[in-house]
C-alpha cells in the first residue's frame, strides 16, 4: 500500500496509510446509490455496511439491535431468581467490580430494586486489600446476612468464593462478561455471553450490557403477570457510561445503548452524573469523548487510589448534596491519580523502551508501582505502540499487573491459557484488557509466553507509526452539517474509530500557544476557505514548532472533525494529530 499523499514520515515520525482499494470503491458505489455525501460513504464502508442498510445503520433503535436477552444461557434462571428475592422479601446483596462497568452495573440492579422500594447491599472490594473479584471471607460474611447475592462484573472464575457463599445458605448469580473457563462456579445463574459454551451470545457486551438485558427479561416477566417495572429507558445513560468506560466494541446493540443513552445524559436528571459533568467543566452535550476521558476516569479513581465505593455511590445517590460532594472528592482523587500514573508512565515507557518496542508485546514491571494505575499505563503504552502491552507493580514477591490489547488481539485469552498452563498465579479478563497476578520467579517467563502467544495473533506486524486516514477533505467542504452527518454513523469509539481525514496543501493563516503546550491554529486552501484547528500537546514533538514557525509553507494536515461550540456560534473545527510539508 502507498503512502498516502506520499507521507511516509510525518511531523510526529509516521506513516500515512489510506483505505485499502476494496473499501475506497465501496465508499464510491455508496455515494452514488444512497446520495449521502462522500466521507460519509467513506464511514459506512469502512464499517462494513451495505448501500441499501445505509438508512438504518445511521438510526440505531434499540428496537432492531437489541438481542434476545432468552438467547443467553441462564437468563431465564438469573431473572426467576431474582424476582423471587423480590416478591419473598429476602436480602440481597451486591458484590460489584471496583472499575466504572463494575459501579455501573450496580447502579443499574441498585435502581431496578429501588423502584420497588427495596434496598440491597453495595459490596466493592478493595483494589489493593481484597483483588479482583469474589474473595471467600467477604462471600462468606455477605452469605451469613443476605439470601441473595449477585455479582456483577465479576465472578464468571470465582470457584472458591462461590462455594463459600453456597456452603453458608445464600444463593449467587453472576452477571459478568469476562471471558469463562472450562468449568463454571456452584451459581444458580451464570449469565455471561463469554461463557465457553454460548455459542452465538453477544460477546462484545460489557457487564452494564449484561445487567441490562436481565432487567430487560424482568421487565418481560412482569409485564406478563400484569406487574409494572422501572423505565429501563431511563437507565441507558449508565449502560452508555459502562460501555465507553470499559472500551466495549461500539458495534450491534452497544450503539444503540450508548446513542441512546448519551440523550438521556444530556438531560441531567441523575444527580450523581450531574455532579460528575459540573466537576469535569463538561460545558457540552455529552458524547462518547466525555463519557471515555472525564466522566469515566473520576468515577474509577475512587476504585483505583480512595474508597472502592465512591463511584459506585455516587451514580446510586438521589440525593444532589451528596452527589455533589461525592463528585469533588472523586474530582480530587482523579487529579492524585494523575500524578501517580505520569511517574509510573515515564519509567515504565523508559524500561519498555530499553526492552524495545518492536515485539508482539510491549511490558514493563516494577518494585512500588500502584496497582490502581498500571492499567492505564499499559493504555498509555499500547496507544503509542500499536501493541498489546502489560504493566506490573510488585510488592515483594507478589505482582499485580494489568494489560491493554489492540483491536484484532484476544489478550485475555492470552493471559488465562498463561494462568491454565501455571506461568502465573491467576489472570483473566476479555479481549482488549485483562489482569493477572504472578510472583517475581514467574515475570520472564510468563512475559516470554505471552509475547509468543500474541506473536500467534499477529501482534506487532502493524507499524506503530501508522496513522490511518479515510479520505480527503478541503475547507470548504467542513460544515456544521456535514460533521453531523458523519456522527450519525457513529457512535466511535472501541471497535469503530471515528475517521480520520486529511487537508492536503493548506496555508497556516493564525497560531496562538494555548494551555500547556496546546496549539491553535487557522488554515486555508488559498481560497477563501479556512477552518480552525487545535493540536493537543503539540509540542510533545515537532508538531507544534513547524506548525508554530511555518514561514508560509504549505502543509498536509490531518485529524478528527467536531463542533466547537463559542458564545453561541457553532463552527467546525479539526482535532488536529499530524501534519507534514507538502514538499514532502
Not at 30 to 47: D, G, H
Request: hydrophobic residues 45%.
Amino acid at each position: 500500500m502507498s503512502d498516502f499523499l506520499n507521507v511516509a514520515a510525518s511531523l510526529t515520525g509516521r506513516r500515512w496509510v489510506g483505505l485499502d482499494i476494496e473499501t475506497a470503491r465501496a465508499a464510491e458505489a455508496m455515494a452514488q446509490i444512497t446520495n449521502l455525501p462522500a466521507p460519509v460513504c467513506t464511514v459506512l464502508a469502512r464499517r462494513g455496511v451495505a448501500p441499501q442498510d445505509a438508512a438504518r445503520f445511521l438510526e440505531p433503535t434499540l428496537r432492531d439491535l437489541l438481542p434476545d436477552p432468552r438467547g443467553m444461557k441462564d437468563m431465564d434462571t438469573a431473572a426467576l431468581r431474582v424476582l423471587q428475592a423480590l416478591d419473598k422479601g429476602q436480602k440481597v446483596a451486591i458484590f460489584a467490580d471496583y472499575d466504572v462497568d463494575g459501579a455501573t452495573s450496580a447502579t443499574l440492579l441498585i435502581d431496578w430494586f429501588r423502584f420497588f422500594q427495596r434496598p440491597v447491599t453495595l459490596y466493592i472490594p478493595d483494589r489493593i486489600d481484597e483483588g479482583y473479584g469474589p474473595n471467600v471471607p467477604a462471600m462468606e460474611g455477605l452469605a451469613e446476612a443476605h439470601d441473595l447475592i449477585i455479582c456483577v462484573d465479576c465472578g464468571t472464575l470465582s470457584h472458591e468464593p462461590i462455594a463459600a457463599a453456597k456452603a453458608k445458605g445464600a444463593d449467587v448469580v453472576v452477571l459478568d462478561h469476562h471471558l469463562g473457563g472450562e468449568t463454571l462456579p456452584p451459581a444458580v445463574a451464570v449469565v455471561n455471553p463469554n461463557r465457553q459454551d454460548e455459542a452465538d451470545a453477544p460477546g462484545y457486551l460489557c457487564a452494564a450490557g449484561v445487567v441490562f438485558l436481565l432487567l430487560v427479561e424482568l421487565g418481560r416477566v412482569l409485564r406478563e403477570a400484569k406487574r409494572q417495572g422501572p423505565d429501563l429507558i431511563a437507565m441507558l445513560d449508565l449502560v452508555a457510561l459502562g460501555t465507553v468506560a470499559d472500551v466495549a466494541p461500539l458495534i450491534e446493540a452497544n450503539r444503540a445503548f450508548v446513542r441512546q443513552g448519551l440523550k438521556i445524559m444530556a438531560r441531567r436528571t441523575r444527580p450523581g452524573l450531574v455532579a460528575l459533568g459540573d466537576v469535569s467543566r463538561m460545558n457540552e452535550a455529552p458524547k462518547p469523548y466525555h463519557l471515555g476521558f472525564l466522566l469515566g476516569p473520576r468515577v474509577n479513581a475512587g476504585g483505583r487510589i480512595g474508597k472502592a465505593d465512591l463511584g459506585a455511590r455516587l451514580l446510586a445517590t438521589t440525593d444532589a448534596h451528596e452527589a455533589a460532594s461525592i463528585a469533588a472528592r472523586l474530582d480530587e482523587l482523579n487529579s492524585e491519580r494523575r500524578e501517580i500514573e505520569s511517574a509510573v508512565r515515564d519509567a515504565a515507557l523508559v524500561q519498555a523502551e530499553d526492552r524495545g518496542l518492536e515485539a508482539p508485546l510491549v511490558w514493563a514491571a516494577a518494585e512500588g508501582w500502584h496497582p490502581g494505575v498500571v492499567g492505564i499505563v499499559a493504555s498509555r503504552l499500547k496507544e503509542a505502540t500499536n501493541r498489546p502491552a502489560v504493566v506490573i507493580g510488585f510488592d515483594g514477591d507478589d505482582g499485580k499487573g494489568s494489560g491493554r490489547s489492540v483491536s484484532g488481539v484476544d489478550l485475555g485469552a492470552c493471559i488465562q491459557k498463561l494462568a491454565a498452563e501455571g506461568l502465573i498465579q491467576k489472570g483473566g479478563g476479555h479481549k482488549m484488557a485483562a489482569g493477572l497476578s504472578l510472583s517475581r520467579d514467574q515475570l520472564e517467563p510468563a512475559m516470554d509466553r505471552l509475547s509468543d502467544l500474541l506473536a500467534k495473533q499477529g501482534a506487532g506486524l502493524g507499524g506503530p507509526a501508522d496513522l490511518k486516514i479515510d479520505t480527503l477533505l478541503m475547507p470548504g467542504a467542513v460544515t456544521p452539517e456535514l460533521i453531523e452527518q458523519i456522527e450519525a454513523a457513529g457512535p466511535f469509539g472501541a471497535g469503530a474509530p471515528g475517521p480520520r481525514f486529511a487537508f492536503p496543501d493548506v496555508k497556516i493563516h493564525f497560531t496562538k500557544r494555548i494551555g500547556t503546550g496546546h496549539l491553535k491554529i487557522t488554515f486555508g486552501d488559498g481560497l477563501s476557505a479556512r477552518m480552525d484547528a487545535i493540536a493537543f500537546g503539540a509540542f510533545d514533538s515537532d508538531l507544534g514548532p513547524a506548525l508554530e514557525g511555518h514561514n508560509g509553507a504549505l502543509f498536509h494536515l490531518a485529524g478528527r472533525l467536531e463542533l466547537n461550540s463559542w458564545q453561541g456560534r457553532v463552527t467546525p473545527q479539526l482535532r488536529l494529530e499530524d501534519a507534514a510539508p507538502a514538499s514532502a
